[in-house]
C-alpha cells in the first residue's frame, strides 16, 4: 500500500496538462522500464511499453493528462487571460494559485477577477465566469511578463500537492487521471501473465480521447481494459440513485457510460472482469451511468473493434483541486487488473 500512496502523490504533484504531459510521462517510464522489453512514445507523445508473450494481446491504458489552461493574452498592466483546456466548473477556478510553465521554469500565479465589494448587487449573486478572471504574477507590464517567456499558448496548471487525510484517504489534484496511472502500473508489476501486454499512458484524453484512438490503431490488440475514475454518490448534494457508486466498496467495472453513448461493455468483457473479481475474491461494483466516458469509448471502436473493459477508481470532486479518493480501492483496482491479465486467455483466444 505504501508505494501505491508514494507513487500516486508523485504522480498527482507533477504537472502535465493536455498536450504537455512529458514530465508525468518520464514518471511512467522510469516506474515500468524494468517490466517490459521495450517502451517508445508515438509521434503524439502515448507512451507505449511493451512486454513480449503469447496471445491474446492486451492493451492496458490510463490518460497521463490533467485539465489546465492556456495563456490567451497579456495585457497592457501585466494581466494574463487563459482559455480553460478541458471541462472546468469555473468556481473551482476563482481564486487558485497556478504554475504557468515556461521554457525557463515555472512562475507562479493567482487568479483573480473583480472583488465582491466593488460588484453591483445582482452581480454578487452570479458565478464568476472564467471568461471574467485573470491570472496575476506581480508583474506590472506586458514586457515584464514577456520577458519571463510567457506568451500566447504557454500552459499553466494548478498549483496543489498531495495530502493525507484520515484513514486511507488521500487529496490532491489530477486524480482523474494519475489514480488509473497508479493501477496500470501497479498491474503490470504484480501481474504474471504470459500474455503480450501493452502498457500505454496515453495523451489529451480530456480535450477528445486523442492520444488513445492513435495508439489503440497502432497497436490493434486483441483486447483492452482502460483505468480511469468515477463519480461516487456517497457524500452531501449527490442522491444514490443518481451515483450509487461509493469510495472505500472496491474498484468499480463499467458497464456502460455516458448512457451508452460512450462505451458499452460486451458482455464477454464484463464476464470476464467479474468472473476475475469472484475467483479471487476482489470486491467490485458494477456501474451503467449516464455521465461521462474514458478511453475506452475511443478504444472499443477502433479498426474492426476492440473488445474492451474499464476499471475505474471512485474519486470525489473530480475536474478540482481537491479530489478525494481511497488508497485500498486503487489497490484492489491493480489486482483485479493484474488478475485479469492473467485470467484472459481462458476467456479470448486472440
Not at 493574452?73 to 481564486?95: C, M, P, Y
Not at 488509473?180 to 498491474?187: F, P, Q, R, S, T
Not at 476499471?311 to 478525494?324: G, N
Request: proline share 4%.
Amino acid at each position: 500500500m505504501s508505494d501505491v500512496k508514494s507513487l500516486l502523490e508523485k504522480l498527482s504533484n507533477a504537472h502535465g496538462i493536455s498536450g504537455w504531459e512529458g514530465s508525468v510521462q518520464k514518471i511512467v517510464k522510469d516506474e515500468i522500464a524494468s517490466y517490459v522489453d521495450e517502451v517508445r512514445a508515438d509521434s503524439l507523445g502515448n507512451l507505449i511499453a511493451t512486454r513480449k508473450g503469447k496471445k491474446p494481446s492486451i492493451m492496458i491504458e490510463a490518460h497521463a493528462d490533467e485539465i489546465g489552461l492556456l495563456v490567451k493574452h497579456v495585457d497592457e498592466k501585466g494581466f494574463i487571460s487563459f482559455i480553460r483546456i478541458g471541462a472546468w466548473f469555473d468556481q473551482t477556478l476563482l481564486n487558485q494559485r497556478v504554475v504557468i510553465h515556461t521554457r525557463s521554469g515555472p512562475v507562479i500565479g493567482v487568479i483573480g477577477s473583480k472583488p465582491p465589494h466593488v460588484m453591483r448587487e445582482e452581480d454578487r449573486k452570479k458565478v464568476v465566469e472564467a471568461k471574467d478572471m485573470f491570472i496575476d504574477i506581480g508583474c506590472s507590464s506586458q514586457k515584464e511578463v514577456e520577458d519571463l517567456g510567457i506568451r500566447a499558448g504557454t500552459p499553466v496548471s494548478i498549483d496543489r500537492n498531495f495530502a493525507f487525510l484520515q484513514g486511507d484517504k488521500v487529496t490532491g489534484k489530477a486524480f482523474d487521471n494519475r489514480a488509473g496511472l497508479v493501477v496500470m502500473i501497479e498491474a503490470l508489476k504484480r501481474t504474471k501473465t504470459k500474455s503480450t501486454i501493452y502498457a500505454v499512458a496515453t495523451v489529451q484524453e480530456e480535450v477528445g480521447l486523442k492520444g488513445a484512438k492513435v495508439s489503440a490503431f497502432d497497436l490493434n490488440p486483441d483486447i483492452a481494459i482502460a483505468a480511469d475514475v468515477t463519480i461516487p454518490g456517497d457524500h452531501p448534494g449527490i442522491e444514490k440513485k443518481d451515483a450509487p457508486i461509493e469510495m472505500g466498496k472496491g474498484p468499480v467495472v463499467v458497464v456502460a457510460d455516458a448512457s451508452g453513448r460512450g462505451i458499452i461493455a460486451t458482455p464477454l468483457v464484463i464476464e470476464w472482469l467479474v468472473g476475475t473479481a469472484k475467483e479471487f475474491d476482489i470486491p467490485i461494483q458494477l456501474e451503467a451511468s449516464d455521465g461521462g466516458t474514458t478511453d475506452a469509448t475511443a478504444i472499443c471502436v477502433t479498426r474492426s473493434g476492440i473488445p474492451t473493459g474499464v476499471i475505474s477508481v471512485a474519486t470525489r470532486y473530480i475536474h478540482s483541486p481537491v479530489e478525494v479518493l481511497s488508497t485500498s480501492d486503487i489497490d484492489k483496482a491493480a489486482d483485479l487488473m493484474a488478475r485479469a491479465l492473467e485470467t484472459a486467455p481462458r476467456y479470448f483466444k486472440g
